[in-house]
Structures are given as C-alpha cells and as structure tokens.
C-alpha cells in the first residue's frame, strides 16, 4: 500500500526547532518530487517546501532560510527540519507526494499521496 | 508567486442544488489547475486536474472547466458528503506551487 506516515511535532517556543519527519511505503521518495503544506488555524492551505529532480529545493518567502526540506533514501524518509520558529508557523503539517499525470500531451503536478498531518505549536 | 483566488469564500447550499467555485489566477497558468476537496480532521483529496480531468473514482457529478486565467469548479447535485473546503492550485510554476484561499460549502 502507498502510504506517508508522519511524526514529530508538539509544542515549541518562538525561536526554537523542530523536525518533522515523513516515512513512506509502497514507493521511494528519492524518485518522486515532495512537498510540504501546511494549514494554520482557520485558515487555507500553503506549500511550504519542494524537493525535486537532483535534491533542489524550493521554499516559501514565509520560510526561506529558516525551513530545510531534505530526504533519506536509506530511511525512504523525508524531513523538515524548522529553525527560529514564530507564533505564525503554528498550523497542521501535511507532507505530500508529488506527481504527474500525463494527460494531452503535457504531464501535470498534482499531490496524490499525503502524511495524515501534524500539528506544530509555536508559543511560549 | 502566481496568486490564486477563489470566490466566494463561503457557500451555503441545500441537498440536490448545483454550485459553482470560481478560481481566478493571477496570470495565465493554461489548464495546470487543480482542485482538492479538505474536510476537517482528513488529508485534502484530489477531484480534478489540468482543469477538467476527473480523477478515476470521483463521482461524476463534479466537473471542472477553464483554462487561462479563469476556471470553475461545479458539483450537479449536491450531496450530503460534498459538504467541504475546497481548494483549487497551479502547478504552472512548478515547483513554486500555490493554492487559492478556500470555498467552504456548508448546508443551509
């Protein structure tokens, strides 16, 4: 079965870290792009951080220099390691797998696979 | 960023009516739209790519259309497990994803 099991997260306190971590099975995380999304209390989705072809990475503005995406193929495992934390990162995070479907002659990015969430706290 | 937006951002509805969700980008992104349905305490779920492409499962009473700036997402009937969030997102500028806002459908 296709399935990212995530773990990590809790309470933290502004300026502090956590790492998240996302275990899959049924596919190998090094030949798919993956994504980070999150949701903050009340409010819609956001893609935090992509790694891709070659292990580049991509990050949102809201969290570039203080997120790092990177994965573990040994472990089939992929990370989220969130330094100097703020009370706006508090949100449940989902990681997702990325894929494309072919469909008239293009291939199309969709997240067919997601962890079941976690929820990170930021305050003291 | 491609900015997205969604309108409206909240939506009451009856059993058996047909609504529309509108998500607007703010450049052209050709037909990389997609729409995911997110109901509170689950994993947002697929329904739709490029556009108008229904995923194998969906049922049929959901439908998408658009291409450009300007796309719609339709459900014919409503039916009590549509009651939900929904999201559209381009994946034009890959990998620098971005999602609209949210239309929550609730029961009048």
């Known amino acids: 079965e296709v399935q990212l099991v995530q773990s990590g997260g809790g309470l933290v306190q502004p300026g502090g870290s956590l790492r998240l971590s996302c275990t899959a099975s049924?596919?190998?995380?090094?030949?798919?792009?993956m994504t980070w999304v999150r949701q903050p209390p009340g409010k819609g989705l956001e893609c935090v951080s992509v790694?891709?072809?070659?292990?580049?990475?991509y990050s949102a503005d809201s969290v570039k220099g203080r997120f790092t995406i990177s994965r573990d193929i040994s472990k089939n495992t992929l990370y989220l390691q969130m330094d100097s934390l703020r009370a706006e990162d508090t949100a449940v995070y989902y990681c997702?797998?990325?894929?494309?479907?072919?469909?008239?002659?293009?291939?199309?990015?969709?997240?067919?696979?997601w962890g079941q969430g976690t929820t990170v706290t930021v305050s003291s | 960023d491609i900015q997205m937006t969604q309108s409206p951002s909240s939506l009451s509805a009856s059993v058996g009516d047909r609504v529309t969700i509108t998500c607007r980008a703010g450049?052209?992104?050709?037909?990389?739209l997609n729409w995911y349905q997110h109901k509170p305490g689950k994993v947002p779920n697929l329904l739709i790519y490029?556009?108008?492409t229904l995923l194998s499962g969906v049922p049929s009473r959901f439908s998408g259309s658009g291409s450009g700036t300007e796309f719609t997402l339709t459900i014919s009937s409503l039916q009590p497990e549509d009651f939900a969030t929904y999201y559209c997102?381009?994946?034009?500028?890959?990998?620098?994803?971005?999602f609209g806002q949210g239309t929550k459908l609730e029961i009048k």
């Open positions: 790694i891709y072809s070659g292990d580049n990475t």
């Open positions: 997102q381009q994946t034009y500028s890959t990998p620098q994803y971005t």
């Open positions: 049924g596919f190998t995380v090094s030949n798919y792009y």
């Open positions: 997702a797998r990325d894929v494309g479907y072919y469909d008239t002659n293009a291939y199309y990015y969709v997240l067919d696979v």
């Open positions: 450049q052209s992104i050709s037909r990389y």
């Open positions: 490029a556009a108008s």
